[in-house]
């Protein structure tokens, strides 16, 4: 199974619509690629790792597929849509990376 993680930065003038990205833009991206989703998650930052301290990330978003070639013939044809969804919820570019998940 792989993991593809996409991160979005906390920083200054950086804002992120929580609720329009787990409402309107995982359920488009869950409904584009279908059954080749095996799971989702999003993650809300709410605290750095000092009592105290921001949020090193404002969000991240979480899709688990069989394989990085399920990923890719699921999400490559609907790419463009899914990424000029972006400035619906955020100004942040964002972070992507594909992990292999062993536990």
């Not at 899914?82 to 570019?93: E, G, M, R």
């Given at each position: 199974?792989?993991?593809?993680?996409?991160?979005?930065?906390?920083g200054?003038?950086?804002?992120?619509?929580?609720?329009?990205?787990?409402?309107?833009?995982?359920?488009?991206?869950?409904?584009?690629?279908g059954?080749?989703?095996?799971?989702?998650?999003?993650?809300?930052?709410?605290?750095?790792?000092?009592?105290?301290?921001?949020?090193?990330?404002?969000?991240?978003?979480?899709?688990?597929?069989?394989?990085?070639?399920?990923?890719?013939l699921?999400?490559?044809?609907?790419?463009?849509?899914?990424?000029?969804?972006?400035?619906?919820?955020?100004?942040?570019?964002?972070?992507?990376?594909?992990?292999?998940?062993?536990i």
């Amino acid at each position: 199974m792989i993991k593809v993680s996409v991160f979005y930065a906390n920083g200054e003038g950086k804002h992120f619509d929580i609720g329009y990205y787990c409402e309107k833009h995982m359920a488009m991206v869950k409904r584009l690629c279908g059954s080749a989703i095996k799971g989702m998650a999003v993650e809300h930052g709410i605290s750095g790792g000092a009592a105290g301290s921001a949020p090193t990330f404002l969000a991240m978003g979480h899709l688990y597929f069989d394989s990085v070639e399920a990923f890719q013939l699921s999400f490559g044809p609907h790419t463009n849509e899914i990424v000029s969804d972006v400035p619906n919820y955020t100004n942040i570019q964002p972070t992507i990376q594909i992990s292999e998940v062993k536990i």
